[in-house]
């Protein structure tokens, strides 16, 4: 009477297994493109669209330039945020700044934390970020 048939279940449970995946993949694909929006950036770095810069994307790796298939490449971004004496302060590779717990005195990083080296205090960049620039290198598959 009014019940879910066998075969209702089965196109429910089809349509769930087919749209989950793609459903994933688009939400997926729309984060990594907002990641790269100056809107986004400006937020995420507290800094004005106007001091966000995002290169062009090249194109020479896309299946559709000519000639048309697969190049065996493909760009990633890269960004960085930059202090306003043009340090790289934040973003992709930044070095890590702190005062060592024993000297007192400033140390950096350059591999996430794992080795620190003394810094001169003059050298110690300002952490204020002044702008953000996102560019594009080729990586070949």
């Not at 793609?22 to 800094?47: D, F, R, T």
């Not at 966000?52 to 760009?75: E, R």
């Not at 003059?122 to 702008?131: A, H, I």
Request: charged residues 25%; hydrophobic residues 40%; aromatic residues 10%.
């Amino acid at each position: 009477m009014g019940g879910v048939s066998v075969s209702d279940n089965a196109k429910i449970w089809t349509f769930f297994l087919v749209s989950a995946p793609i459903s994933a993949y688009c939400i997926w694909y729309l984060a990594a493109l907002l990641s790269l929006e100056p809107i986004w950036l400006a937020k995420v770095y507290k800094v004005s669209t106007d001091q966000v810069h995002v290169d062009a994307k090249p194109k020479d790796c896309d299946f559709m330039h000519a000639p048309l298939g697969d190049k065996g490449c493909h760009y990633k971004a890269v960004t960085k945020a930059l202090d306003g004496d043009g340090w790289l302060v934040g973003g992709d590779g930044a070095p890590m700044y702190r005062t060592d717990d024993n000297s007192g005195k400033p140390i950096v990083s350059d591999d996430d934390g794992k080795t620190w080296k003394l810094i001169d205090p003059e050298l110690v960049p300002d952490p204020k970020v002044k702008s953000v620039v996102v560019s594009w290198i080729k990586v070949t598959d």
